[in-house]
C-alpha cells in the first residue's frame, strides 16, 4: 500500500532532550516536506527536500533540523526541543516538487514540557 | 512566508445543507487545492484547479479557481455526517519548485 509513515506517533518529552521523528514513503517520490499544524494557524512547511541531500527552509526552520540520505526516509530533528514546539506534525511527500498531489503521514502529536 | 485568507474559521451546519467556503489571497496563484483532514488523519487531496476560471467537481463537491487568480471556492452540495473535518486551501504562486502556502482552515461540523 503506498503510504506515509511517521513515528511515533505520540510523544511526549521535556525540554532540551533531542529527538527524532522519522518519516518514510514507499512511493519513490522526489520530494519530502515536513509542516507543523497549530490551532488557528493552519499548516506552516518547516523544512522540504526536492531530492537526495538537497533540503531547505520553509517558513518556519527554526529550532529544527532534517537530512535526506536516502529517497524514502526524510527524519525531523529537534536538537533542543522547547515548549513552543509542542504541536501537531506532519510529513508529505509527491513525487516531485512541481507536482501538486501532496501525500500526508498521519501526524505526529509533540508535547514538549 | 505568506498564507492565505480562508474563511469561514468554523461552521455548523444541518445535515443535508449546502456549505460554501472560499480562499482569498493578495498575490496571484497558478494553482489551487482543496484538501480535507479527518480527525486524527493528515489532509487528503480533493480538487485540484490549474486555470483561472476553472471549475471542477469531485462527487458532491465542486471547486473554482478564480477569474482573477487571487481566489478559490470549495461548495459541498447536501452535506453528510462523514463531512465533518477541516478544509484547507492551498495555492501555489508560480509553476515548477515554489512551495504549497496553506490557509488556516475551515472546520465544517455537520448536525444530522
Known amino acids: 500500500e503506498a503510504q506515509v509513515t511517521q513515528n511515533p506517533r505520540y510523544l511526549i518529552t521535556v525540554t532540551g532532550k533531542k529527538l527524532t521523528v522519522t518519516c518514510s514513503q514507499n512511493m519513490n517520490h522526489e520530494y519530502m516536506s515536513w509542516y507543523r499544524q497549530d490551532p488557528g494557524l493552519g499548516l506552516r512547511q518547516i523544512y522540504y527536500s526536492m531530492n537526495v541531500e538537497v533540503t531547505d527552509k520553509g517558513d518556519v526552520p527554526e529550532g529544527y533540523k532534517v537530512s535526506r540520505k536516502e529517497k524514502r526516509n526524510f527524519p525531523l530533528i529537534l536538537e533542543s526541543p522547547s515548549p513552543n514546539q509542542t504541536s501537531l506534525y506532519f510529513c508529505a511527500s509527491s513525487l516531485y516538487s512541481s507536482y501538486n498531489e501532496q501525500f500526508f503521514g498521519p501526524g505526529t502529536r509533540l508535547t514538549v514540557l | 512566508g505568506q498564507q492565505l485568507n480562508q474563511s469561514p474559521q468554523s461552521m455548523f451546519i444541518q445535515e443535508g445543507e449546502d456549505v460554501s467556503m472560499n480562499c482569498t489571497s493578495s498575490?496571484?496563484?497558478?494553482?489551487w487545492l482543496w484538501y480535507k483532514q479527518d480527525p486524527g488523519e493528515g489532509p487528503v487531496l480533493l480538487i485540484a484547479?490549474?486555470?483561472?476560471?476553472e471549475l471542477t467537481s469531485n462527487g458532491r463537491l465542486t471547486a473554482q479557481f478564480g477569474i482573477t487568480r487571487k481566489d478559490s471556492f470549495l461548495n459541498i452540495s447536501a452535506s453528510i455526517p462523514s463531512d465533518v473535518g477541516i478544509y484547507f486551501c492551498a495555492g501555489r504562486r508560480t509553476s515548477g519548485n515554489t512551495p504549497l502556502v496553506f490557509g488556516k482552515g475551515t472546520r465544517l461540523s455537520v448536525i444530522a
Open positions: 484547479l490549474y486555470k483561472a476560471g
Open positions: 498575490s496571484i496563484f497558478n494553482t
